[in-house]
């Protein structure tokens, strides 16, 4: 058996909704290869995963609402920031399954920086994919204002199911273990062997998924987080937690060496884009017709630029960058995007 399908093996026994248009495609960045001069730049496109505007949590929740429709849920509770894309597909998800949605709108964890941000992107679309918005204060805890609505909606007679802060929850991991086998399998195809996966990393489901899946199936590959979050010390244990108990699930090995965290992109603060954040943007943009955000894929690309820049890599090795998604974000950061 190839390393692949070993990892599709194990992956075989979780089912899947088929919310999300999968596998998403991997496309080379000429343009932007040939502006840093080297490596070989490819992009992972989960913001393609398709329904309501896609992106890498449609992946998570194609599992983790499996578990929710077959646990017999009316009712799907969730939250995040204003503009989280986590909740955005939450509530596409629950619309297109007929399920109704809350979620726990957080806000204070970071002062507005434009005056569209709390009405459009993201805003504007949980709105329109027919969430219930609650308004809550962001008190650091991710998880316990989404767990007090859920308990609130329990009370009044309802079966709610509770999706976590980013979709991040050790199935979310696993379900993310699946961006690995389409990179290999495509990886094959194309003829190239990467030398490292790069993405911005968060609530720490989707590095949890990728670091567990290389081990399975690319353990040449390393797969770099690029702190998002400006809290780089508790992204990585919060990977390395969900990592531990995914590879469990899937029957496979984790070294924690594999989780490599890197700080010092995240900008000042979460949420607040800086001038790297929007250089990135504007590369990726003119250079690839690509559109990032300026919270995470923004950044993300910052964080790779800056690793390219130091010479990480030699030229002629090829590297991944994952597109995670969060487009939506772009049109309430307008006002500072300087565009
Ligand atoms: C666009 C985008 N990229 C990346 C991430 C980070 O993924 P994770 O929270 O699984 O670390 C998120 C999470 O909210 C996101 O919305």
């Not at 309501?52 to 929710?68: I, M, P, S, T």
């Not at 507005?112 to 504007?124: K, R």
């Not at 919270?295 to 630029?305: E, N």
Request: aromatic share 6%.
């Amino acid at each position: 058996m190839t390393r692949p399908s070993v990892l599709a093996a194990k992956l075989s026994a979780f089912p899947r909704l088929g919310l999300a248009t999968l596998p998403t495609p991997l496309e080379p960045m000429k343009r932007l290869t040939a502006h840093l001069g080297g490596p070989r730049l490819w992009v992972k496109r989960e913001d393609a995963t398709g329904l309501g505007f896609g992106g890498n949590k449609l992946r998570k929740l194609d599992y983790v609402l499996h578990e929710a429709v077959t646990s017999g849920a009316d009712v799907l509770v969730s939250g995040g920031v204003v503009q989280s894309n986590s909740q955005r597909q939450v509530a596409a998800a629950a619309a297109k399954l007929g399920i109704e949605c809350h979620l726990a709108v957080y806000h204070g964890r970071l002062a507005p920086p434009t005056p569209e941000y709390e009405s459009s992107g993201n805003a504007l679309l949980n709105r329109l994919f027919g969430g219930h918005l609650h308004d809550v204060p962001w008190t650091g805890d991710r998880n316990a204002a989404i767990t007090e609505l859920g308990d609130r909606l329990r009370e009044q007679g309802r079966r709610p199911y509770f999706v976590p802060y980013g979709v991040s929850s050790p199935l979310g991991a696993v379900a993310y273990a699946s961006t690995i086998l389409e990179i290999a399998e495509q990886s094959a195809t194309l003829g190239i062997r990467p030398a490292a996966i790069v993405h911005c990393t968060g609530s720490a489901g989707t590095q949890a998924g990728l670091v567990v899946g290389a081990s399975i199936a690319m353990p040449e590959t390393r797969v770099v987080g690029i702190d998002i979050d400006a809290e780089p010390a508790r992204v990585r244990s919060d990977v390395i937690a969900y990592a531990r108990e995914a590879a469990g699930m899937l029957d496979a090995g984790f070294d924690e060496g594999a989780v490599e965290v890197v700080a010092g992109h995240a900008g000042p603060a979460y949420g607040v884009p800086h001038a790297a954040t929007i250089e990135a943007i504007k590369l990726a943009g003119t250079l690839e017709a690509m559109a990032l955000d300026p919270v995470y894929s923004g950044k993300g690309l910052a964080g790779l630029i800056a690793l390219v820049r130091e010479r990480r890599w030699p030229t002629d090795a090829d590297v991944v960058f994952i597109h995670t998604g969060g487009t939506p974000a772009l049109f309430a950061y307008q006002a500072v995007l300087g565009i």
